[in-house]
């Protein structure tokens, strides 16, 4: 009886206050200076700035004894005609008030809480923010479920509401509309509430944008407003999500216009402002909604795009890609759209559901051995989207299996009660050393890793020549399924096994793999001290069948398993780094190992018919292209492994045009009906156009409309150059429009426009901006008139377009005169040394319109030599000033002159790999360097450079060239500084020369960052 006095007193006041704002004369407004810190600059300073204006209320719960959100709803949706009872969001009926529980009206989510935040806890914020939850006639609120907002469509079931406070119950616009089902269905509100749904909605969009709650810590989801419905159905996740969608948005701002606040709505925002302390901005500032929602802050709209993001790549690994980009500068950039296709120049297919903020991105849903080809573009605060960048390509590498003579042979996860003692246990040959090795747990709900266990020990001879090695694991996951991979040193897969069914592994060492179902379980019945175990006789795991739960024999060879025949030779395991600059690639093979011996055999073939022998091998490749290289090691047992794996090279080369031809004249547009369209081609005599094209394109949208294959061989119309005109009818008539000329390589040779320029974005010229002639035909130009090029030249630039004057299709237009003078050669070349020993190289120079036919050189040390090709060895170490002079057919030269640096043979100390890796959550990295020196490597300075956002989260280890780890770092959950730059001194007792390898483990969720560098110094 004492909750329900309370309950009653508070009732009382609200009824009070209800009364107070029952006449809608004098509405309080927000209070003084309650929004000085908006920044109504831009659309994301608003959005920001508002945010920390409303964010942090104070939360009332759902359903109490004490105030809650029937309080707070009962008076801030009081009918203004009748304080003892509420007004329905939809039906816009009136209720006699009854303060809560089963009744004709409940508490409607504007915002769906089943796309976001569906579970009710003292730390769901949004579940009972009253600015979106309404009072609802509880039919109605049902009928709308979780539909989002949209313009319903004819078809729709329309939902009366009743006349009450001078509005509805007159059908039509005040009616509601309805059709489908969840995300995929629509509610249309009655006219008289729309604004005030797309204003709740909005509120909430600004009001939860994640992180945390700054008083109470609690985590809060990030609410987006889109017109996207997969995303709506992406967030109908069951349970509270860090992200959730709802919309519509074009169809929320339509509302938003078309019912302007009243003073029902500004009573509402008061009384809810009066309990949570915060209050909704898009009623109080409507004009807000333009500059959040529409990117409109000054009345005039941006559309001004980003600069096309530069210098993409794309590296592949095992089960994924990652592609990395550099950042864009402008002020107002919003973040990156990234698209993927399966063939170069597209179509792409956009990866990312909402703006990417990084500048990389880890592409996990990629075929091994397929090669994707990547763009990305920028996006700014208005939406404006740039050109796309360089085209990055990139294959994943196909998970390795290994077959070894090493398996899971035990394991525990679930019992009785609290699950005790989970441990794995791995049994193999004895003598196994399982340093390197480790268990990688999976969630078969979804396939993902969740904990990573390290294996070390050397395997004891247990019986037969084969014994068993435990660890204790806590926390191993209970299936339905789930499941564990073992991982040898080198990284690759040796089992993946599951229990309680199958799955696929989205990532770790196991990404793209499909689990073996053991076929046996352990239970919440299982007895504690059980485990699952393989039994039979036999050496090798094929030879054993596991068996349902049996008295636990961790480190123990199983009761019921006899190993007999002893242990065979153990295949090696081939594996190899491939690195290439340009056509020429380095292959390193020193990961490859044999654990029973060594390998005495390293046999190539580089997918190009050329072959080599050798643990490291480089080969040139001829021409760009996908190549696929094999590997087969060969251990002193004669027993052999192949590896294959894909090799992407790439000359760098932009093939040049087929020769120089440009767009001459045209004609597009005149008075009445257009009649004679044709477009001319100038280029040398005799040069061919076939497998040269004109791609016409829309410049409204970018698209291509047509595309005329070109053929014909110019004649000489005087001084070596000639046209040809081709007719085309339907050239569209601009504001703007435009067309590629495209040579027979493919590329682009002109991308020209009428009336203005514009993007492209498809065909051959996608992504490029078109080049505005600067003049143009009109609906009033003569028949028979053209724009043309006139001036003195032998090139495109040389001219200048005019505007209409009578047409001269496939002849030298009159006032343009084509001269062709010799053009001097250039001189350019290349050089490679080594110590004191230099290799020269002068094919790069070129001459454009005839040959080159003698290249002389000086090597700055009193000696000369001739040829395109040449070698110089050095007396001593030194700068030398190398010049290069080339002369022409017409006897004209040009000279280059590039100082060349020799040194002394020197033994290098001092290694480093500069190459930034991510550090994604929760995983592994590995970064190389070979070094080649000769004698032991003794102590050594390993330093280390890595941004990272909690530093006790890292694990570092070093691998030596035997094998050997080292540990550089432990976790530290006490450490909470971010970055670790530090160097590290390690005694190590093989020999320098080999593959040295930093391995960065990320052992807790959350915190991310890069390794920048690591360095050897010897």
Same mark, same amino acid.
């Given at each position: ?318 089960? =994924? ?73 990139? =294959? ?431 001189? =350019? ?190």
């Amino acid at each position: 009886m004492q909750h329900t006095t309370a309950k009653h007193t508070i009732l009382k006041r609200l009824v009070c206050l209800s009364v107070g704002f029952g006449i809608f004369t004098a509405n309080a407004d927000a209070p003084a200076g309650y929004y000085d810190s908006a920044n109504t600059q831009s659309a994301i300073e608003l959005r920001n700035s508002l945010h920390e204006i409303i964010d942090d209320h104070t939360r009332y719960p759902y359903t109490s004894s004490s105030t809650d959100t029937w309080d707070i709803l009962e008076s801030a949706d009081e009918n203004p005609d009748d304080p003892s009872s509420v007004i329905t969001l939809y039906r816009n009926a009136s209720y006699v008030k009854f303060g809560g529980g089963v009744g004709a009206y409940n508490r409607e989510h504007s915002w769906p809480k089943s796309y976001g935040f569906p579970d009710d806890n003292s730390d769901n914020y949004p579940y009972t923010d009253a600015h979106h939850l309404f009072i609802a006639d509880a039919g109605y609120n049902s009928t709308r479920s979780n539909k989002p907002f949209a313009d319903c469509d004819v078809g729709c079931t329309e939902v009366n509401t009743d006349a009450n406070n001078g509005r509805g119950g007159l059908g039509g616009d005040d009616s509601n509309y309805t059709d489908g089902q969840f995300s995929e269905g629509s509610w249309e509100t009655w006219n008289g509430r729309k604004g005030d749904v797309a204003r709740a909605i909005m509120y909430m969009a600004i009001r939860y944008e994640g992180g945390t709650h700054g008083v109470t810590g609690s985590m809060e989801p990030d609410l987006i407003l889109t017109d996207n419905r997969v995303l709506i159905d992406s967030s109908r996740t069951g349970s509270n999500n860090s992200v959730g969608y709802m919309g519509l948005k074009s169809t929320l701002i339509a509302w938003h216009k078309a019912d302007p606040v009243d003073d029902i709505e500004r009573r509402r925002n008061d009384i809810v402002f009066g309990f949570q302390g915060n209050r909704n901005p898009f009623i109080d500032r409507p004009e807000f909604v333009s500059c959040v929602f529409e990117n409109i802050c000054d009345g005039t709209p941006d559309t001004d795009a980003p600069v096309a993001p530069t210098n993409l790549s794309a590296t592949g690994s095992v089960g =994924s890609i990652s592609v990395n980009w550099d950042s864009n500068t402008e002020a107002d950039l919003a973040g990156y759209n990234l698209y993927r296709s399966e063939t170069p120049a597209g179509p792409y297919t956009k990866l990312n559901a909402s703006l990417l903020s990084s500048i990389s991105f880890e592409d996990n849903t990629v075929t091994p051995l397929v090669t994707y080809y990547y763009v990305v573009t920028a996006v700014d605060t208005s939406l404006n989207e740039s050109p796309v960048s360089n085209e990055g390509f990139a =294959s994943a590498e196909e998970p390795v299996v290994v077959d070894l003579d090493v398996w899971i042979n035990e394991l525990h996860y679930d019992n009785a009660s609290t699950d005790v003692g989970e441990f794995v246990e791995v049994a193999g040959v004895a003598g196994a050393d399982l340093t390197g090795w480790s268990i990688e747990l999976y969630n078969g709900n979804g396939g993902a890793l969740y904990n990573t266990v390290s294996l070390s020990g050397v395997i004891a001879d247990e019986q037969g020549g084969f014994g068993a090695i435990d660890v204790a694991i806590s926390g191993i996951q209970n299936g339905g399924p789930d499941g564990l991979a073992l991982i040898d040193s080198t990284g690759s897969v040796v089992q993946f096994l599951s229990y309680e069914g199958s799955f696929d592994a989205v990532d770790g060492s196991a990404a793209g793999l499909t689990s073996t179902d053991i076929g046996v379980s352990e239970t919440s019945s299982t007895p504690a001290g059980d485990s699952l175990q393989l039994v039979g006789q036999g050496s090798t795991y094929g030879d054993f069948t596991w068996q349902a739960p049996a008295n636990a024999s961790p480190g123990l060879i199983n009761s019921g398993q006899t190993f007999t025949g002893g242990p065979g030779n153990l295949a090696p395991i081939a594996a190899f780094v491939a690195t290439c600059d340009l056509l020429n690639c380095d292959f390193d093979a020193s990961s490859s190992v044999d654990n029973d011996g060594t390998i005495v055999d390293y046999a190539w073939d580089f997918g190009d018919s050329n072959i080599g022998n050798g643990v490291n091998v480089s080969n040139a490749y001829p021409a760009s292209g996908s190549y696929t290289v094999s590997l087969t090691v060969t251990d002193d047992a004669g027993e052999s492994t192949t590896i294959t794996e894909i090799v992407n090279v790439d000359d760098g080369i932009v093939p040049p045009l087929a020769f120089d031809a440009w767009i001459n004249e045209f004609h597009y547009d005149n008075a009445s009906t257009d009649v004679g369209e044709f477009i001319e081609i100038a280029g040398p005599a005799g040069a061919d156009l076939a497998g040269w094209s004109l791609v016409l394109y829309n410049g409204r949208n970018g698209a291509q409309y047509n595309t005329v294959d070109l053929s014909g061989v110019f004649a000489d119309e005087g001084t070596g150059f000639g046209s040809i005109s081709f007719a085309i009818a339907g050239i569209q008539n601009g504001s703007p429009d435009g067309f590629a000329l495209v040579d027979s390589n493919g590329t682009v040779a002109q991308f020209l426009s009428y009336e203005g320029s514009f993007v492209a974005i498809d065909g051959v010229a996608s992504g490029m901006t078109s080049e505005d002639v600067g003049v143009s035909e009109a609906s009033s130009t003569p028949i028979g008139q053209s724009l043309q090029l006139i001036g003195t030249g032998m090139t495109y630039t040389d001219f200048t377009w005019q505007g209409a004057s009578d047409e001269s299709p496939g002849l030298i237009n009159v006032g343009q005169t084509i001269v062709v003078p010799n053009v001097a050669p250039v001189a =350019s070349f290349t050089f490679e040394c080594t110590d004191l020993f230099c290799n020269f190289d002068a094919t790069t120079s070129s001459d454009s319109d005839g040959s080159i036919v003698q290249y002389d050189w000086d090597f700055g040390e009193g000696n000369v030599a001739n040829g395109v090709v040449t070698s110089y060895e050095y007396l001593m170490a030194g700068t030398y000033d190398v010049t290069l002079t080339v002369t022409d057919d017409d006897g004209e030269t040009n000279s280059v002159v590039l100082s060349v640096e020799v040194t002394e043979p020197v033994e290098q100390s001092f290694f480093e790999n500069t190459e930034v890796t991510p550090i994604p959550d929760r995983r592994r990295i590995k970064s190389k360097i070979y070094v080649d020196r000769t004698g032991p490597a003794g102590t050594v300075e390993v330093a280390v450079n890595i941004t990272h956002t909690y530093r006790g989260d890292l694990v570092i280890k070093l691998r030596d060239p035997s094998g050997r780890l080292h540990r550089l770092k432990r976790k530290n959950r006490r450490d909470s500084a971010d970055d670790v730059i530090e160097t590290y001194t390690v005694d190590v007792a093989c020999g320098a020369a080999g593959q040295w390898k930093l391995i960065v483990i990320d052992k807790f969720r959350k915190d991310t960052g890069q390794l920048n560098s690591w360095s050897l110094q010897f």
